[in-house]
């Protein structure tokens, strides 16, 4: 994460999910434990709380809902993902949840789930920010039908061997309305994989760890597939390597002894989460409207991205988190024709909405003089964005109109951090003038 979240832990002394609370402290994550929900009601309400980890063990899911909605309610001035492993609850229907998990459960996989949650919950917050911005300048956006794969059926791509447990499930799925692709090589899943988008990877561990440790270890280090699902189907009874099936990317470790329509609920979490992710990501481009975008680099124009930011500082304020502004002055070197300068910026501008998260926003806000905000960002995290933009710029050349002469642009970086009181108009001015 990009901020230090602090994480409450609804808990028993018992258990994977109080185990998570160790882990999330050796990920940075700070953790209140909470063994009793007045506990929890008051740990809420007199702590800055992030997200809340909870077990729902012995409850029903009216009682979990209605428990959540007092947490929530206690943390009313901020976002709250709330994550829960229960039995009792399918995900869907619950919106009240970041994310619903079955038990049995690891400690790394609640782990990744938290994180997962409130990156999340910071993309839509973000979203909504930019939503109310925009209509502050007269324009509605249909951010509800943005989502092209809205109306299709979930989508799983299943890998390994057809053995008796795979069909099982697959008739499961297939029932609930979820579109099952078979590829029983691991270079027919990379050519599907590469070929169309699915909701979650469903990879057969029951005879053998290869191919699927590798093919989830691939798409951890692909972009395009780092948030799909990757769900491995084991036999608790061999399968030793929980550790490092996570470690390699799993998302979910599925005993089909334990039958084919609790395996099934456990995919589908996971593919509505995916899907979830998916619509925010949509209601970003949905945002996006050409007048308020700079039609030379695809970034947002200067006048609205002052605008956004002011809103965008009341909310961190509001909610005591971090936020950070970067502006990147780009210089070419001497002797380079204007029309050559300005192909350059315009390819840094296009080259620079894609080296930032979705949640950040990126501007151009004068010819050669670029901005960036980024919520739920300290200073740190800012710093480490602008080297790795910085890196990218280093290995490109820009075109000088000479065959063999391309040149590089040097680049004056400024990295600031939102100081408590302070207005957008100054923040923008120390960045400017420091």
Do not use: W
Not at 237 to 260: H, K, Y
Request: hydrophobic share 45%; aromatic share 6%.
């Amino acid at each position: 994460m990009v901020f230090t979240a602090q994480i409450l832990v609804v808990a028993k002394q018992h258990g994977a999910v109080f185990q998570a609370a160790d882990r999330l402290q050796d990920r940075g994550l700070p953790t209140v434990l909470a063994e009793s929900d007045a506990a929890a009601l008051v740990a809420a309400a007199d702590m800055k709380v992030d997200a809340v980890l909870m077990d729902g063990d012995g409850r029903s899911a009216e009682q979990l809902e209605h428990f959540a909605g007092q947490l929530k309610a206690a943390c009313s001035n901020r976002p709250l993902p709330i994550i829960v492993v229960s039995e009792n609850i399918a995900q869907p229907a619950n919106p009240v949840f970041a994310s619903v998990m079955y038990p049995p459960v690891h400690a790394a996989q609640l782990v990744a789930r938290v994180q997962s949650a409130l990156r999340l919950s910071i993309m839509e917050e973000e979203v909504d920010l930019r939503s109310d911005t925009m209509k502050d300048l007269g324009r509605e956006m249909d951010i509800a039908s943005a989502d092209p794969m809205a109306d299709l059926p979930i989508s799983i791509l299943f890998t390994g061997g057809a053995t008796p447990q795979f069909i099982a499930l697959k008739n499961a799925l297939e029932e609930a309305g979820a579109e099952v692709t078979a590829a029983l090589t691991s270079f027919t899943a990379f050519d599907y994989l590469h070929d169309k988008t699915f909701d979650v990877i469903l990879l057969n561990v029951l005879k053998e760890l290869e191919p699927a440790f590798t093919i989830s270890s691939a798409m951890r280090r692909n972009t395009r597939l780092f948030h799909v699902p990757a769900v491995m189907l084991v036999d608790p009874a061999n399968f030793t390597s929980v550790d490092e099936a996570f470690a390699r990317g799993a998302s979910d470790l599925v005993n089909p002894d334990n039958g084919p329509d609790i395996a099934c609920q456990r995919i589908l979490n996971l593919a509505h989460e995916r899907r979830r992710r998916e619509e925010v990501k949509s209601a970003f481009e949905a945002v996006r409207n050409p007048a308020v975008i700079d039609g030379a680099t695809g970034l947002f124009t200067g006048q609205f991205f002052a605008k956004h930011l002011s809103r965008t500082i009341q909310q961190a304020k509001k909610i005591d988190r971090p936020l950070s502004l970067t502006v990147i002055r780009v210089t070419p070197p001497p002797g380079i024709a204007e029309i050559h300068v300005e192909a350059a910026r315009r390819q840094f501008g296009g080259m620079l909405r894609h080296l930032v998260r979705a949640e950040d926003m990126a501007a151009r806000i004068e010819p050669g003089v670029f901005a960036i905000s980024m919520p739920a960002a300290g200073k740190t995290a800012a710093e480490n964005a602008a080297k790795r933009i910085a890196g990218v710029v280093e290995c490109t050349a820009f075109e000088s109109g000479e065959d063999e002469k391309p040149f590089q642009l040097e680049l004056d970086v400024k990295v600031l951090e939102l100081r408590p009181r302070e207005t957008p108009g100054h923040l923008l001015q120390r960045a400017v003038t420091s």
